[in-house]
């Protein structure tokens, strides 16, 4: 009979791939939990904390209008730095770039090429937040350190000096050259860290591997999977802002035409919110499920031991599990300014909508405008790239560099599970790119969802044990170069 594949070979081959199926589930599980307590020898969260409030006190706010920007304000903290770091500050070389970028060397003796520690200084303004503090008090209370900067991005700043300073104190010399990087403008994507970049490529330095801040320590955020995760940047989506212009002769309200100027902007917007970006998962983000799927309970630990086969799949869930999981693996859009007549009954002569656009890797601003341009379908409305940057390129996870910074990460988390992740905001470590293939993005932090939540917004404050965790944390990897 022919085309008919005989019953008793469908079981057998449906026997051999159940068997292999559970071989793999049954291979795919939590890597052996570590029983060792934190190690935090030598560090002090009480006093950093105090240290850290120190500097909070200190408004470093950034702002695009030079006139909101309070230089008096960044030269006091860099004094404060060197008064709160003394043997860092005697031990290592600093040079001020720009409006105040800072560039340290720690000098090892060594001909490796070094390791660059990255953070900023500057702030996001609190104008038109509640706030239950005085954001600028750096208050110590409850078990955390509150004020606008705890965590984003003084509370890394503080937790690496923090690291170096016990460690020059007790004379340590680290196996490679360590670069401190603090921007003072990463808030407005300024031009600290780029001439920070400048100044080690003229000098031929090459990275052996840069970390800034980035993905954290922390819990529930992966679907089905219930305990700490610790995600390591290893690239961050491009950023795109366009601009959505459609016009009109205007005239009286009283007569208005149909189809006008805010009609079809907000037929394109709508066009663009049903249908969405495709989604996918990258292979950065299967690095991710492998790594934190193993930590998930049976049915869900089936699915993503087979997340290579089942992309397709795995995207459409990300994509419907939450907002955090959506925006890993799609460029997203945000609509976030829309602007008709200024008067209320003057037709409007230019209706302007501002889309906040975040390319997924994969993808560049070429081809998500092109893409934008095909789901409007009107070419009466404009479309104008205000500023646009490509994904960053993706570095390794199966180096020595990565290796070290999972280490780190043990050493002060040992229950955390390290997994690569993709950043879906910028930051300054894209800069480095240029100069390094090792550039992750991770603060050694364990944030609660309120934490999270506090990020630009108001109440910002970080946990002294997270402070005391993060110190550790750097003081581990400065020990393991
Ligand atoms: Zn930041």
Not at 19 to 45: C, M
Not at 108 to 135: N, T
Not at 150 to 174: Q, Y
Not at 389 to 408: I, K, M, Q
Request: proline share 6%; glycine share 8%.
């Amino acid at each position: 009979m022919k085309g008919v594949v005989p019953a008793a070979a469908v079981a057998a081959a449906g026997l051999v791939a159940a068997g292999l199926v559970a071989r793999k589930v049954a291979g795919f599980r939590p890597l052996p939990a570590s029983a060792r307590e934190p190690d935090l020898d030598g560090v002090d969260g009480e006093a950093a904390a105090h240290r850290l409030a120190e500097l909070l006190r200190i408004p470093t706010v950034s702002s695009r209008n030079p006139a909101e920007v309070d230089p008096a304000a960044f030269a006091a903290f860099r004094q404060r730095l060197a008064d709160l770091y003394p043997e860092t500050h005697r031990a290592l070389d600093r040079e001020v770039l720009g409006d105040g970028a800072l560039l340290y060397r720690w000098r090892s003796g060594a001909d490796r090429p070094p390791m660059v520690l990255m953070a900023h200084y500057d702030v996001v303004p609190v104008a038109g937040q509640e706030w239950s503090r005085d954001p600028f008090s750096g208050a110590v209370e409850d078990g955390a350190v509150h004020g606008r900067g705890a965590i984003d991005d003084k509370g890394t700043l503080v937790a690496i000096l923090e690291a170096v300073e016990s460690l020059v104190a007790t004379g340590f010399v680290p196996a490679r050259d360590v670069y401190l990087s603090f921007g003072n403008d990463e808030e407005i994507a300024g031009v600290g860290a780029q001439l920070a970049v400048e100044a080690l490529r003229s000098r031929g330095v090459r990275p052996w591997a840069v970390l800034d801040e980035g993905g954290a320590v922390v819990s529930g955020v992966f679907p089905g999977v219930p305990g700490r995760a610790a995600v390591v940047g290893l690239a961050e989506k491009g950023l795109l802002d366009v601009e959505l212009t459609a016009t009109d002769p205007g005239g009286h309200a009283s007569a208005p035409v149909r189809g006008g100027a805010p009609a079809r902007l907000a037929r394109a917007i709508l066009r663009i919110e049903d249908d969405p970006f495709p989604a996918r998962v990258h292979d950065v983000v299967l690095g991710m499920i492998d790594a934190l799927g193993r930590y998930a309970p049976p049915g869900y630990r089936a699915v993503f031991a087979h997340a290579r086969f089942l992309r397709p799949a795995l995207a459409l869930l990300l994509s419907r599990a939450s907002r955090e999981a959506n925006a890993l693996v799609r460029t997203t859009v945000a609509i976030t300014q829309l602007e008709g007549s200024r008067a209320p009954n003057v037709l409007a002569t230019r209706a302007r909508a501002h889309a906040n656009i975040r390319i997924a890797l994969g993808e560049t601003v070429a081809s998500t405008m092109d893409r934008l341009r095909r789901v409007i379908d009107d070419p009466s409305i404009e479309l104008r790239v205000v500023d646009g940057t490509d994904p960053s390129p993706v570095s390794r996870a199966d180096n020595e560099a990565f290796g070290l910074v999972g280490a780190a990460v043990r050493s002060v988390y040992p229950d955390a599970a390290v997994a690569p992740y993709v950043m879906v905001q910028a930051s300054d470590a894209r800069h480095f790119s240029q100069i390094c293939d090792s550039v992750y993005r991770f603060m050694p932090f364990d944030l609660s969802r309120a934490q999270l939540a506090s990020l630009h917004a108001a109440d910002e404050h970080l946990s002294i044990a997270a402070l005391h965790r993060g110190a550790g944390f750097f003081r581990s990897l400065l020990r393991g170069l």
